[in-house]
């Protein structure tokens, strides 16, 4: 699909010469360019300067045989010199650092060729007596055999021509019989032409570097000509070959000297030579045509095993006779060079473009064209996509000229082209017009037929018939050279611009032609010139009046063409050029870049520009280093990336500021086995501006207002994609539009989640919900998209808005949830109250969708709807026939929903002919459900549901009807609530009062019963008080007073005991078990109140002193001995409490400085960090036996590196024991087995990796609660009260000292707790895995060449960010102490 584009032209005329020129080397380095003229002339020319710096007249020097001619010269870079040879045998040598001339050596039989190596190590003569010479720089010959050689084995034959090759044989007088040596890209083979006298024809032969023989071609191949070249990379050798007097091929050889192909020039003419481009992929043929007079270069191209003539190279006026003599290609970029006979020596730097119809109208058909010698292949890929070499339509271009350039006019589309000396106009074919009658309806919003829009166009397109020629400018010969002309562009109706080169100038001017559109007669042609050579000369995409070109150093120039009449009526010239201006300054690429575009970016005129070193801009910018092609589309800039990436860029969004990187996931290792990196988990993010795409892919064009894609392959062919990017922005625009179904059609054909459809517009889409069921009428469409709804946004998820993504929050800020609650509901239900009020048969189908895609379904009201929908109708014959629309329904559900599962909510209806019509779906034998169905059948109404629900396991509607069925199933009811454990549900069964009174009255003992039960059941479950209160309301008190009793509600208990008139000892009893009950759950003060309270004050006190509460027994004491036993109370609690105190000093002291040994050690501790595969025996067996104190109990990343592949020995670190094992060997691993999670027992043994979790457990135990620090203070109080004032300092004193020891402390305890959990220890073991990358990077950059110091001090200084999640260990402090100690 693509075309070869001149970007620019040097043209120089030497006119210094003696003679005919006939050949030219070049150095490049230094582009100095060496001529040979027809009379042994040596010419040095300058293309930079212009001028001829010398001449030499090899005839005068005495170092040229006499009458001798210059066959051959070439220029050898490794000895900065030229070697000339000559028909006589002299081999001559200029030297161009000294300018010494001198004869390195002759060749006695004559030399007919001469050709150097690739890489100028040696090089082969060919002589008058037809062998092959191989000779080194030095000039020492290394071998020399026949020309004419056979492989060993096969004898040479000789064919017999008969009469139907006489044209052959006429022909052999004509053939050139010189021979000519080719050398394949790597010098390693070459090839040679030669006649054979004794066979009357040339043969191919392939030689070794060695002067081997490799292979020939075979016997039967005739018509060869001399004229050979290798292509570059080794494939193919193209040959010249003529099998007819009217056929001339050019047929290419594989190194076997099999032939591999071939293709039929379409000029007969004589080919003088043959060249591949370095890049083998242009064949240049230079070609003498002989009807014409004139030699060309035309240059062709292979796509698709079909070859293109895809330009026709002319030098001079087609009327002289200045012919082509010698043409040469750039070593190293796409340049040509051409020589003709009086010295015109012109260079060509081309490049490769597809010539697309530029524009972002809807109407721009997106029409590519190829150029194929006098024949334009077009396809408008906005209607269908066929692949080269076929095309929708082809153009053949009249008297068989070739095109010189083409262009399309922006706003119709038309296609002018370059012919001769002629510019054809083709416009493109249309439909009729269409009558009024079928003119499309468009509604307005409110309802009414709206007029027809202003650009409305009754003539469409017709894509299915080629463009006709409409018009034809002629251009005198005399004015302008359309064969000289390049980048041509049509830039508004009535104007036509072009690039002209000026001979011997570094310069080029812009013509443009301005002619009359009616007509077609040229009116003016205006010529301005350009002090710098321009690159690329292209539409500015905002004016129809300007156009933007580049000159070589990458500078942005506007052009601004001729304005309207003057007031005299005739044109005047064209305004200045004036340089593109940006953010206030001139414009200039940072390198000069061969393709570029304009286009608008963030509402700013912009301009894109891809170099030829793949690197993409945008302004100046640089956006992409690895970019091969890009394409603009409306609302993206498009590109591909030689890592086979396809990248999508919002024009409506600010430019990246940062080049885009991209790393495939594929390609992402992670640092260890087991683990992720960090770079991994970044790429793993969905994004719709990121696409593969096949390898080599290029990108042929996009179709503004539209989701296609074209890309070539390498190998020619084309592959038409939707990019997601572009798919969203043009459904978002269809949503917008309200044109749901072209955007419900997309989506479903690009496989795009239907949610989108809601979720891009939930309110407009809500609003517009009875155009979205007018439009999308087919019911399948309806039921795809109910079926597709979920509780979630995707605009947050799946379809990110690439036009809108700058505008999103950064990703530090939380998001907002992705679900959305009722969502479906919502939908569903707005769906089916439209889908009711039109036509509720018609939508019957969806209606049923949208109750079981609710959540929870209604599969109930499915069924009844189902049901509703039986019965009769007559059909067309007038019988009475079953309704099958019920039918129909039901197998849809069935199709929906498990048959299993829609069988239990039909039985659960209870109506037995729709439980039987959804089993007849099912897999259910007959036998089973039919007797099972009958058997209920025979129940009574009541019992009949009940046993329904008892099968389907819905107790609560068992009971209920079980409770209706009669008094009889009472016990069954009490049974079904107690196995079933509804006893909430049977409160409100028998609870409501709405039946009859005699109901009611059974219904009253019901539910005594029932709380009855349910106050047993929650005694067994502990919750006494809750039973208590039941057994009151079922007049159950002696129950009631044994569960408030059970409770602990002694006030509660009593007061029921009371009611009951039970007598003294039964009350006192019953106190007596209340204060045990309580002294149980420590709940020492109620114990003591409650015996109080009835008199038992020996008991009191002694239970006041058990709780501490040494002040309250006090005030309750009366006698001595009660004071005495208190008193021995309160000293045998001090005694406790300080050996206890002092027990826990002890311990919470030694582990306070253990736990700060323990985290002291890990804070020091410094991870071995090895990169992969680089662990030894040394190190392994120096960290072997190690304690395990420094783990953080998670896996180390020696452990980790015990699962790379190598086979030294490495230490490896056990996640379990936390321990540094002795060195194992290991191995690979192909998959990684999931250990079985272990049970760890954590003990205090110091070294264990668990000592410090142990330790800050058994610290937590000894921080004082509030409660224990409560009781000292009673004890404090106690002893003051009792005159014991220094034993009480002492408690106070004591108590202070350990509480200070554990405040003192905490700092050093919430560390380690901070530090053992287990969120902590995954953010620690990432900082391992990190720091392994910061060392395996440092280590790659040391290993490169040229490395500064400032890289890797960059490296190296990587911050490493650890969310933490910090832990604070804190103790209560309540109010208990005295202020007076």
């Known amino acids: 699909m693509k075309n070869i584009t001149r970007l620019s032209e040097f043209n120089d005329l030497i006119v210094d010469g003696n003679g005919e020129f006939k050949l030219f080397s070049i150095d490049q380095q230094s582009n100095v360019v060496y001529f040979i003229t027809e009379n042994n002339q040596l010419i040095i020319y300058s293309p930079s300067t212009k001028k001829v710096s010398m001449k030499i007249e090899l005839n005068e020097q005495d170092i040229l045989s006499e009458g001798a001619k210059v066959i051959s010269i070439q220029f050898i870079p490794d000895l900065d010199a030229v070697c000339m040879a000559s028909d006589k045998g002299d081999i001559l040598m200029y030297s161009t650092s000294n300018g010494e001339l001198e004869c390195v050596g002759i060749v006695g039989s004559g030399i007919t060729c001469m050709s150097w190596s690739p890489d100028y190590e040696l090089f082969i003569l060919a002589t008058e007596s037809e062998t092959l010479i191989q000779m080194t720089k030095d000039w020492e010959m290394i071998n020399e055999v026949s020309i004419n050689s056979y492989l060993p084995g096969k004898p040479k034959t000789v064919t017999t021509n008969n009469n139907n090759n006489n044209n052959n044989n006429n022909n052999i007088k004509n053939i050139n019989k010189i021979p000519i040596i080719t050398w394949r890209g790597d010098g390693q083979y070459f090839a040679c032409s030669s006649y054979e006298e004794d066979i009357g024809k040339i043969q191919l032969r392939i030689w070794e570097r060695s002067l081997q023989l490799h292979s020939m071609n075979e016997s039967d191949v005739t018509g060869l000509e001399n004229q050979i070249s290798w292509r570059p990379n080794g494939s193919m050798i193209a040959v010249s070959q003529r099998l007819e007097q009217t056929r001339h091929d050019i047929s290419f050889f594989e190194r076997n000297g099999l032939k591999h192909g071939e293709f039929t020039l379409r000029n007969k003419g004589e080919i003088q030579s043959i060249q591949w481009s370095s890049d083998s992929e242009i064949l240049g043929i230079q070609l003498y045509l002989e009807d014409e007079k004139r030699s060309v270069l035309q240059l062709w191209h292979r796509s698709n095993y079909y070859w293109f003539l895809k330009q026709e190279i002319q030098c001079g006026d087609h009327n002289d006779n200045e012919r082509i003599v010698n043409i040469q290609w750039d070593l190293s970029s796409p340049i040509v060079r051409v020589l003709t006979q009086i010295g015109r020596f012109s260079e060509y730097r081309l490049c490769w473009d597809y010539d697309v119809s530029q524009g972002s109208s809807e109407n721009n058909p997106t029409t590519v064209v190829m150029v194929d010698g006098n024949q334009l292949k077009l396809t408008p890929f906005r209607r269908l996509v066929v692949p080269p070499p076929m095309s929708a339509y082809s153009i053949e271009l009249p008297d068989k000229l070739n095109c010189l350039g ?74 302008l050279q359309l064969h000289k002309i390049r980048h041509f562009l049509w830039l508004n109706a009535s104007t036509f611009i072009g690039v002209e080169s000026k001979t011997n100038q570094n310069s080029d001017s812009i013509v443009e032609i301005v002619f009359n559109v009616s007509s077609g007669v040229v009116e003016n042609i205006y010529r301005t010139s350009v002090s710098t050579k321009i690159l690329r000369l292209t539409h500015h995409l905002q004016s129809l009046d300007q156009c933007l070109f580049e000159s070589i150093d990458g500078y942005l120039h506007l052009y601004n063409c001729s304005i309207s009449a003057s007031s005299s009526g005739n044109l005047e010239q064209p305004t200045s050029i004036s340089p593109f201006i940006y953010q206030e300054n001139i414009f200039k690429f940072p390198t000069p870049c061969p393709w570029f575009s304009s286009c608008t970016i963030n509402q700013e005129d912009s301009v894109v520009g891809l170099n030829d070193r793949n690197k993409l801009y945008i302004n100046q910018s640089l956006l992409c280093t690895d970019c091969n092609s890009f394409a603009l589309h409306n609302k993206f800039l498009l590109f591909t990336t030689v890592s086979h990436v396809l990248r999508s860029v919002s024009l409506l969004a600010p430019p990246p500021t940062q080049p885009l990187t991209y790393v495939p996931v594929s390609n992402v290792i992670g640092n260890y086995v087991g683990h992720k990196s960090q770079a991994l988990q970044q790429q793993s993010n969905y994004d719709d501006s990121i696409r593969d795409v096949e390898r080599g892919s290029r990108i042929v064009a996009v179709v503004p207002h539209d989701t296609r894609l074209v890309l070539q392959m390498p190998r020619g062919n084309l592959e038409a994609i939707s990019p997601r990017s572009l798919t969203l922005a043009t459904i978002r625009e269809m949503i917008n539009n309200h044109q749901y179904l072209s955007a419900f059609l997309t989506m479903r054909r690009n496989r795009i989640d239907m949610n989108f459809i809601y979720d891009h517009n939930p309110t407009d889409f809500i609003r517009h919900i009875e155009e979205f069921v007018e439009q999308i009428q087919q019911i399948d469409y309806l039921n795809l998209f109910i079926s597709s709804l979920r509780d979630e946004d995707t605009t947050k998820t799946l379809f990110i808005d690439l036009e809108t993504k700058h505008l999103l929050p950064p990703t530090n800020v939380v998001k907002p949830s992705s679900i959305v609650v009722g969502k479906v509901n919502l939908v569903c239900d707005s769906l089916r109250k439209v889908f009711m009020e039109k036509d509720s048969i018609k939508f019957n189908l969806p209606i049923l969708t949208t109750y079981v895609k609710k959540s929870p379904p209604e599969l109930d009201q499915v069924l009844r709807l189902i049901q509703s929908l039986r019965g009769e109708e007559i059909n067309e014959q007038g019988e009475t026939i079953v309704n099958r629309l019920a039918e129909e329904s039901l197998d849809y559900i069935v199709f929906l929903v498990d048959v299993n599962k829609l069988y239990d909510i039909a039985l659960g209806t209870y109506d037995f002919e729709l439980v039987i019509m959804v089993a007849q779906k099912s897999q259910k034998d007959p036998k089973e459900y039919i007797p099972f169905l009958q058997e209920l059948q025979k129940m009574e109404k009541f019992y009949q549901r009940y046993s329904i629900d008892k099968y389907l396991s819905r107790w609560e509607l068992a009971l209920y009807n079980l409770s209706r069925a009669g008094k009889k199933y009472q016990q069954d009811c009490l049974d079904l609530i107690i196995s079933n454990k509804i006893y909430k549900e049977a409160l409100v069964n028998y609870g409501s009062g709405t039946d009859s009174d005699n109901l009611i009255e059974e219904k009253d003992e019901m539910f005594k019963k029932v709380l009855n039960i349910y106050g047993d059941y929650l005694l067994e479950s502990n919750q006494f008080e809750d039973a208590a209160y039941l057994f009151l309301q079922a007049n159950q008190e002696k129950k009631s007073i044994n569960a408030f009793r059970d409770a602990g509600l002694w006030e509660n208990a009593i007061s029921q005991a009371n009611k009951l008139s039970y007598t003294k000892e039964q009350l006192n009893q019953l106190v007596i078990e209340l204060s045990e009950i309580l002294k149980r759950n420590s709940k020492f003060q109620q114990a003591a109140q409650c015996l109080e309270k009835f008199q038992f004050i020996d008991q009191a006190i002694h239970m006041y002193c058990e709780g501490y509460y040494f002040n309250e027994a006090l005030l309750l004491s009366s006698e001595e001995e009660q004071q005495i036993t208190i008193k021995k109370s309160i000293l045998d609690s001090l005694s406790n409490q300080i050996n206890e105190i002092n027990n826990n000093f002890e311990k919470y002291e030694k582990m306070s400085t253990r736990i700060v040994i323990v985290r002291t050690n890990k804070l020091n501790y410094v991870p071995l960090l090895l990169p992969r595969g680089q662990g030894d025996f040394e190190t392994g067996s120096m960290m072997s036996g190690m304690s395990g104190m420094f783990s953080e109990g998670g896996m180390s990343v020696n452990s980790a590196l015990s699962n790379v592949t190598t086979s030294s020995y490495v230490s490896t670190y056990s996640q379990q024991t936390g321990t540094f094992s002795t060195a194992t060997k290991t191995r690979l691993k192909k998959k990684d087995k999931k250990q079985k999670p272990q049970k760890v027992r954590i003990t205090g043994k110091e070294g264990s990796p668990y000592e410090e979790d142990y330790l800050v457990d058994q610290m937590k135990k000894l921080i004082p609660s509030s409660s224990q620090q409560e009781s000292i203070g009673r004890i404090i109080k106690g002893l003051v009260l009792l005159g014991l004032f220094n034993d009480a300092r002492q408690l106070s004193t004591l108590y202070q000292k350990y509480l200070n020891l554990i405040d003192s402390s905490l700092d050093d305890l919430s560390a380690s707790a901070t530090a053992i959990l287990p969120e902590n220890k995954k953010e620690k073991e990432r900082e391992q895995r990190l720091q392994l990358e910061q060392l395996e990077e440092q280590q790659q950059q040391q290993q490169q060449q040229q490395q500064s110091q400032q890289q890797t001090s960059t490296t190296s200084n990587k911050i490493i960010t650890l969310n933490i999640k910090q832990v604070v260990v804190s103790r209560d402090k309540p109010n208990w102490n005295l202020t007076i100690f």
Do not use: C, E, H, W
């Open 406 to 479: 083409f262009s399309f006019n922006q706003t119709t589309y038309q296609l002018s082209v370059m012919v001769d000396q002629s510019i054809l106009i083709y416009t493109p074919a249309t439909l009729p017009p269409t009558p009024k009658a079928t003119l499309p309806k468009i509604k307005s919003t409110n309802g009414l037929l709206a007029p027809l829009p202003s650009d409305f166009k009754a003539n469409l397109p017709n894509y299915s018939i080629a463009p006709t020629l409409t018009s034809r400018v002629v251009i005198d010969k005399s004015k």
